[in-house]
């Protein structure tokens, strides 16, 4: 029997066959293209050296608009400022130890004449191979620091990121290096804390403002830092 008119054979377009690994191949060439180019243009930052080396060149002007070179006289030898004196104070101790700085702690974050109790600086990581934020802070308590909140705002390229707070006492009780030990009896304290840069931060520039409020709700000091990656 004669089955041509009942099954007609098909006819396999062998160039089409050819095409679709090549199609697939493409597509999947493209996309790892693709992922390479977000990843080198948003999360590739460079080796430590050089985000540090681009941040100390960034000019930040001088928080409390003050000529911030030490040793120079003043016109008419009028008596300088507290606010004065200490970025003087700081400026020197970020100088002479050739930090790079991205930031300062105020005991304000708005008051003009507000003084100066720190520096933040980047500093490589070694555990991570990436960045850490150390900021050194000396302060005078007046109350006592049972409880506290720590407040932080950040900005990325000018838009708002992230926000929190939580209750500075307890802040980092769950973790395995803590920092904050209290209560804080009223007298004069030397902090010094670091912040680890999650390596899989975006590239681009931050800013941050992060705050400490007393158990009474008062400001005891304020953190503005610049940076970027």
Same mark, same amino acid.
Request: proline letters at 4%.
């Given at each position: ?13 062998? *160039? ?9 191949? %493409? ?7 693709? *992922? ?5 243009? *948003? ?8 985000? *540090? ?6 000019? %930040? ?7 911030? &070179?030490?040793?120079?006289? /003043? ?20 100088? #002479? ?6 930031? /300062?702690?105020?005991?304000? !974050? #708005? ?13 490589? #990581? ?5 960045? @850490? ?35 500075? !006492?307890?802040? #980092? ?8 030990? !209290? ?6 304290? &030397? ?13 681009? @520039? ?15 000091? !304020? ?7």
């Amino acid at each position: 029997m004669n089955l041509r008119g009942i099954c007609p054979r098909k006819t396999v377009n062998m *160039m089409n066959v050819r095409k679709v690994p090549l199609i697939i191949g %493409l597509t999947i060439l493209t996309l790892s293209f693709s *992922m390479f180019t977000l990843y080198m243009t *948003m999360f590739n930052h460079g080796p430590p050296s050089e985000i *540090m080396e681009a941040n100390r060149h960034i000019l %930040l002007k001088p928080q409390n608009e003050v000529q911030l &070179a030490v040793g120079e006289e /003043d016109e008419e030898d009028e008596e300088v400022s507290e606010s004065v004196q200490s970025a003087k104070r700081w400026q020197k101790f970020v100088d #002479d130890n050739k930090y790079v700085a991205i930031g /300062d702690v105020f005991d304000s !974050c #708005d008051n003009k004449d507000r003084i100066t109790l720190g520096k933040a600086i980047l500093l490589p #990581d070694k555990e991570t191979g990436g960045l @850490k934020v150390r900021t050194f802070i000396n302060i005078t308590l007046e109350q006592p620091l049972t409880e506290g909140e720590f407040l932080i705002d950040v900005k990325y390229n000018g838009k708002d990121l992230y926000d929190n707070h939580w209750e500075f !006492c307890t802040i #980092d009780e769950n973790k395995e290096v803590r920092q904050v030990f !209290c209560p804080y009896k009223p007298g004069f304290y &030397a902090w010094a804390t670091d912040k680890k840069i999650p390596n899989t931060s975006v590239s681009g @520039k931050y800013y941050t403002r992060a705050w400490l409020n007393g158990d009474d709700g008062r400001m005891l000091t !304020c953190g503005l830092t610049t940076f970027v990656l």
